[in-house]
């Protein structure tokens, strides 16, 4: 079955740096959409970033534009979320996701498969 297992998350300051990665199995990885969305405690899940098959295509949400750095290594079937400068309102859960189709997606009920998510703790 599709399995998608997040990895990287943990506690930095803010103005670090993380690196989330997100293996995924049971799917032709390069066939998928891939995005990162977060979840903080009493919110609802948002869109970080996504990217397509062959990461020529990326997109972002304004608070991490110019931050956070989406990236995917097809022959490994992993992505990557490179967090910089990071701030106190970027704690949250980190989910990855997978989204049939060729187009860039960034609402949660577009994507198919979800890992377990990964908490990331920015203090202040």
């Known amino acids: 079955q599709v399995q998608l297992v997040e990895s990287g998350g943990g506690l930095v300051q803010a103005g670090g740096s993380l690196r989330l990665s997100c293996a995924a199995s049971?799917?032709?990885?390069?066939?998928?959409?891939m995005g990162w969305f977060r979840q903080a405690p009493g919110k609802e899940r948002e869109f970080a970033a996504a990217?397509?098959?062959?990461?020529?295509?990326?997109s972002y949400a304004g608070s991490v534009r110019g931050r956070f750095t989406i990236s995917r290594d097809n022959a490994n079937s992993t992505m990557y979320l490179q967090m910089n400068s990071l701030k106190p309102e970027d704690t949250a859960v980190y989910y990855c996701?997978?989204?049939?189709?060729?187009?860039?997606?960034?609402?949660?009920?577009?994507?198919?498969?979800w890992g377990q998510g990964t908490q990331v703790t920015v203090s202040s």
């Open positions: 996701a997978a989204a049939n189709g060729a187009l860039i997606k960034r609402g949660p009920n577009d994507y198919h498969y």
């Open positions: 049971g799917l032709t990885f390069s066939y998928f959409v």
């Open positions: 990217i397509n098959w062959s990461g020529s295509i990326t």
